[in-house]
Antibody
Framework: EVKLVESGGGLLKPGGSLKLSCVAS????????MHWVRQAPGKGLEWIGE????????NYAPSIKDRFTISRDNAKNTLYLQMSSVRSEDTATYFC?????WGQGVMVTVSS | DIVMTQSPSSLAVSAGETVTINCKSS????????????LAWYQQKPGQSPKLLIY???TRQSGVPDRFIGSGSGTDFTLTISSVQAEDLAIYYC?????????FGAGTKLELK
């Protein structure tokens, strides 16, 4: 079964840091560009970034550029999102996706 | 950034009706090198992750019922759902993947009349 499972979400204060993980199974992880998409409560979808097959290229949305970093470990079939200098507007459910396959999402709440 | 404008924002339908959702991009999504439109459609039901319905503007993802039809080229795209069923009630998003950031439309909520 093709599956993506996110973890690492939680509550953090503005200016804090958090690292999300996404474990892939059921497909050859290293063959796929991977993406993070987020959804604020009651709002639409926002693409926030992607990483190439071997991690050599990343692209980010302006809203998170220079604050968030996407990385991957193909040996562990795992995608990461390192979040730093978080703001209240980063409160959202974060999904990892290949576009065809989506994880269930993980909630991140930024609040003082 | 490429701006994706979806219309309408919501749509009330009865089962069996045909519905059309529009998506307009601020620049062409047609790549001349392969003549493909870099446009996808997703369905998101309450409490669930998005589901890919259509890619390359008109190619149906495996397992998606053939009542979902994607069409259009360049800057104007349409998702048509023929004979809407209760299970189709959801929010539908278009997304361009022509250039980063890969922007989404604001969504169209399909509701029961």
């Amino acid at each position: 079964e093709v599956k993506l499972v996110e973890s690492g979400g939680g509550l953090l204060k503005p200016g804090g840091s958090l690292k999300l993980s996404c474990v892939a199974s059921g497909f050859t992880f290293s063959n796929y560009w991977m993406h993070w998409v987020r959804q604020a409560p009651g709002k639409g979808l926002e693409w926030i970034g992607e990483i190439e097959y071997d991690g050599t290229e990343t692209n980010y949305a302006p809203s998170i550029k220079d604050r968030f970093t996407i990385s991957r470990d193909n040996a562990k079939n795992t995608l990461y999102l390192q979040m730093s200098s978080v703001r209240s507007e980063d409160t959202a459910t974060y999904f990892c996706t290949t576009h065809r396959t989506w994880g269930q999402g993980v909630m991140v709440t930024v609040s003082s | 950034d490429i701006v994706m404008t979806q219309s309408p924002s919501s749509l009330a339908v009865s089962a069996g009706e045909t519905v059309t959702i529009n998506c307009k991009s601020s620049q062409s999504l047609l790549y001349s090198g392969n003549q493909k439109n870099y446009l996808a459609w997703y369905q998101q039901k309450p409490g669930q992750s998005p589901k890919l319905l259509i890619y390359w503007a008109s190619t149906r993802q495996s397992g998606v019922p053939d009542r979902f039809i994607g069409s259009g080229s360049g800057t104007d795209f349409t998702l048509t759902i023929s004979s809407v069923q209760a299970e189709d009630l959801a929010i539908y998003y278009c997304q361009q993947y022509y250039d980063t950031p890969y922007t989404f439309g604001a969504g169209t909520k399909l509701e029961l009349k």
